[in-house]
């Protein structure tokens, strides 16, 4: 894959996480660069989120670093807000940078102190190895019941030169649709303003990261960071940005339908496509009301075309449509027609459903435009036992 210029990344073992493998890590803009944030609505925020939104905030949407320590969430402790901000203190002291110039983002087990010495005392180490070459390094270290790394690039040919765009990002559960919903870097080396940076990312995340959920679980630490530092000297005209803008968003969506992938004890990933509601507005809340029903989800996993359960609930969603005009298909085959059980074979669909990917498909007629796609995963009973001892 092609990075962006101008980053270096490290990460390490910290002693942070019960298992020896990198819990920390670095990354660094060798120049300023325009920095923008989303972050969870959960009222539980985690101290990193408060802290990075308010360097953001201060800097005037300027970073040079993020780091970024799995293992502990840093939320809902005594010793939380100093221990963030003792973090990136040493970050920036190793790196003779502004405080405020350092973003900081956690993610673990919630209530639990975290020593701030953990990170503190290994910054050295991790700004001494600092590379262009260690991306994925850290993309590993922040992952927790992740199975898989999750990454992904782009690029594009601007008049000025050639940009990268290059996303990492994190999560399996407690993943739902109310804002970034995990911990989420995207990397850029085109020249763009703050504000340019700030309207990308929020574009992007609102057909990617807000059309996701895998449990219906907002996290306390949810962030998701774009930083672009003009390291290939390619400003881009008005025409390019919006091209800039169509990659970060197509590295964004890759990122998150890794994760519904990826789904704690999932077997299945699930893409729901909603068409002919009043407006996209409407056409996500229809979707996203079908992600979340667990009988959904659950019907899924068991290969069964209970398509009663889908039309149940976008019903409940709030969303105003006509069930009598509302097609249901699975897996491309049409089980439902006008609000009324269509003809299909039930041992060919099972069949389809068998598939790691499953498709489902809510059509209402008439003139409504609204459309909206939204990713999410089956529940199994290994959902059940990867939450009933994440503690212990």
């Known amino acids: 894959m092609t990075l962006p210029q101008g980053y270096r990344y490290s990460a390490l073992y910290a002693g942070i996480r019960k298992t020896s493998s990198p819990d920390l890590g670095l990354i660094v803009s060798d120049s300023q660069a325009s920095a923008a944030g989303v972050f969870t609505r959960n009222l539980a925020q985690a101290a990193p989120v408060k802290l990075a939104r308010a360097h953001l905030e201060r800097s005037h949407g300027t970073a040079r670093a993020i780091v970024v320590n799995a293992g502990n ?7 939380g807000d100093a221990t963030a901000r003792a973090s990136v203190n040493a970050v920036a002291q190793a790196l003779g940078i502004s405080a405020t110039r350092v973003l900081p983002a956690s993610t673990g087990v919630i209530g639990v102190e975290l020593d701030a010495t953990l990170i503190t005392r290994h910054v050295p180490a991790l700004v001494a190895s600092l590379s262009p070459e260690r991306f994925e390094d850290v993309a590993r270290a922040m992952m927790t019941t992740d199975t898989v790394m999750k990454i992904a690039a782009e690029d594009a040919q601007l008049r000025a030169g050639r940009i990268a765009v290059a996303g990492m990002t994190k999560g399996a559960g407690m993943i739902h649709p109310n804002m970034a919903t995990t911990l989420c870097f995207v990397l850029t080396d085109a020249v763009l303003s703050p ?32 930083l672009a530092n003009g390291a290939s000297g390619a400003a881009p005209t008005r025409s390019e940005r919006r091209m800039i803008a169509d990659k970060v968003r197509a590295v964004l969506e890759s990122l998150a339908a890794q994760i519904a992938r990826d789904g704690e004890g999932a077997r299945k990933r699930i893409v729901i496509h909603v068409s002919g509601a009043r407006s996209n507005n409407e056409a996500v809340r229809i979707a ?14 068991g290969s069964d075309p209970n398509w009663g359960r889908i039309l149940s609930a976008a019903g409940a969603s709030g969303a105003t449509f006509d069930p009598r005009k509302v097609n249901i298909g699975l897996q491309g085959v049409t089980v439902c027609r006008s609000g009324l059980a269509a003809p299909f074979s039930e041992p060919d669909v099972k ?4 598939e790691p990917e499953c498709e489902i498909r809510f059509a209402i007629r008439g003139k409504g435009g609204g459309q909206a796609r939204f990713w999410t995963c089956d529940f199994t009973e290994k959902y059940i036992e990867i939450n009933a001892s994440y503690r212990t």
Do not use: Q
Request: glycine content about 4%; hydrophobic content about 40%.
């Open 351 to 354: 069949r389809r459903l068998d």
């Open 288 to 301: 996203r009301a079908i992600a979340n029903s667990p009988l959904v989800k659950t019907a899924i996993a």
């Open 195 to 226: 504000a340019e940076v700030r309207d990308i990312l929020r574009d992007g995340i609102e057909t990617s990261f807000h059309r996701l959920s895998v449990d219906g679980d907002t996290s306390t630490n949810d962030t998701a960071l774009l």
């Open 73 to 79: 969430a840093n939320c809902a402790t005594r010793a």
